[in-house]
């Protein structure tokens, strides 16, 4: 039975190429314990006995590559992560930008938008920025190569810890925001008036092409190795005008990148030439 299927060393690596193949996601035999424990109750649920089955399962069925993308990325994210990113953003770029463009409406993309935190985050500040500037104007485009997980930031549906957090660091933004519901709570229509949302590939261009101010992709070139983080920064890189930002997350650098991008702040990445 499937309980007893077991990970053997051969099986695991075609794991991981495929897990590369289809996220450009790096893993290493260390993550045998982590496939497992995301991997098994699948091999149950489908009622498959070893995850060879589950393989050529993979491989000839579109609809199960989507279940294993959403089972071995990791999703995790919180509202106002990192909080100088948000200084920044909050102080300096939207005043700037707002400056600088009166007429414009400002291009945002959430790259690794996750359940929406970080998205929802973004939209707060714009509205709030709104208040003093009611002439503002902002689109933010929300994508995830996980369909599920976008579903979640479709819903903007949050509680537990995610909504602890916010309550500690923006309860004013938190009440203006947000309706208590059963279950937690749920976003207002005020703020995803001005999202879209799209399951995308960073390693691909993006369908259609658009051209953003700032795109957040944050907390996720740590996933992949040196070849497809570089990969991801051009792709990144053509989505992003000139005078454009590119806001990483607290544990990445492309210092040692040759990538066309300018440091600004720490994690704040201006475009260069193109
Ligand atoms: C740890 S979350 C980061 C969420 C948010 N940006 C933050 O910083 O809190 C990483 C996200 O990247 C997504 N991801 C992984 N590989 C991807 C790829 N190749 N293309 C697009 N998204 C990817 C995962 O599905 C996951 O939701």
Known sequence: MSQAATLTPEVLDTLIALVREHTGIAMTARKSVLLERRLQPRLQELSLASYQAYLERVASDRDEVSHFIDLVTTNDTLFFRTPQVWDYFRDRYLPAWARAHPDACLQIWSAAA???????????????????SPAFRYQILASDISQQILAAARAGQYS?????????????????????????????????????????????????????????LRNVLIYFDAEHQETVLRQARKSLKDDGRLILGESETIARLGTGYQFEFPMIYKTGEA
Do not use: W
Not at 114 to 132: T, V
């Open 114 to 132: 996750a359940s929406g935190e970080e998205l929802y985050s973004i939209a707060m500040l714009c509205e709030q920025f709104r208040l003093q």
């Open 160 to 216: 537990g810890r995610s909504v602890e957090r916010i309550r500690l660091s923006h309860p004013e933004l938190l009440r203006k925001y947000f309706t208590a519901t059963p279950y937690g709570v749920q976003v207002d229509d005020a703020l995803r008036q001005h999202v879209s949302f799209a399951q995308h590939n960073l390693l691909e261009a993006l369908r259609p092409p658009r051209q953003f101010d700032v795109v957040f």
